[in-house]
């Protein structure tokens, strides 16, 4: 696999005398975010956290995807957090895109670079901050872990892309493959945070419709993304949030690789009443 690459935002506005027509658009089965819309007007901040703003890019909504929030971190040299998260429910994936963080969890130090991956369970005690500059930017998304009785809590994972290999998917001939962090056939994850990769020509050959929740960020390339009834070109940097159902197919036309990083909620009962959520 060619050393990969990813796409970070970097704030800024276009000048006033820029066309104001652009790709985005929020429609009751999906939403594209592009990466001209991740502004310094649109950041955010949370509390305990320093030199540190974020573009949210989904949050549960009812009535649309209902499961989780994605986020993108921006974090100054010296800045960070060590109460980075307030809910003890929440369990989160972070994955970095540029610059550096030290990721302190269960009271060891680990350096996660562009490509580094980690998963966090919810209640753990951890911190994070930017020791080495220049900025880092990663991405975080968190979802409220949905525990089973007699099932116990998953384990941490930390890792890096470039030492976990892509799976092919079958009959693809590795045009199109996955990059898989946790094992699918452990059930004690509820939420699976995947790299796919498509090669120029590669496809999703039919319209996918499930019952999974997605979040896709474009990190490299582009194609033709399907969206209910649309096609929608898609490049790094761009946003596609997804609602249970949404169908969705893909054609990435080069000249290199398409790939992005895809959230979905796994391995859980569906609920039968508004409570059960």
Known sequence: MAHPTYFAPTGGHPGQDQLLTDRAMF???YAVIPKGTM??????????????????????????????????MEVQPGGGSDRPETDPAAEGVLFVVEGAVTLTLGGA????????????????????????????RFHWIRKAYEAVPGLPAP???????????????????????????ADPEDLRHDM?????TFEPGG????????VMEHGLYVLEGKAVYRLNQDWVEVEAGDYMWLRAF?????????????????????????PLSLAGR
């Open 27 to 29: 429609t009751e089965a």
């Open 192 to 196: 699976h945070v995947n790299i796919v």
């Open 246 to 270: 949404c169908p969705q197919a893909c054609y990435a036309g080069g000249p290199g690789r398409f790939r992005y990083l895809l959230y979905k909620d796994v391995n859980r009962h569906m």
């Open 109 to 136: 130090d680990h350096v996660l670079e562009p490509g580094g991956y980690a998963y966090i369970p919810a209640g753990s005690d951890w911190s994070l901050h930017n020791r080495a500059g220049p900025v880092a």
């Open 155 to 181: 384990d941490p994972i930390i890792t890096n892309e470039r030492d976990v290999a892509p799976i092919p998917m079958p009959g693809t001939e590795g045009r199109w493959a996955t990059t898989r962090f």
């Open 39 to 72: 502004r310094d007007i649109v950041t955010s901040a949370l509390p305990f956290w320093k030199g540190t703003r974020l573009w949210v890019l989904s949050r549960p909504l009812s009535g649309f995807a209902e499961t989780f929030s994605q986020y993108i």
């Open 203 to 210: 496809v999703i050959p039919f319209a996918e419709t499930h």
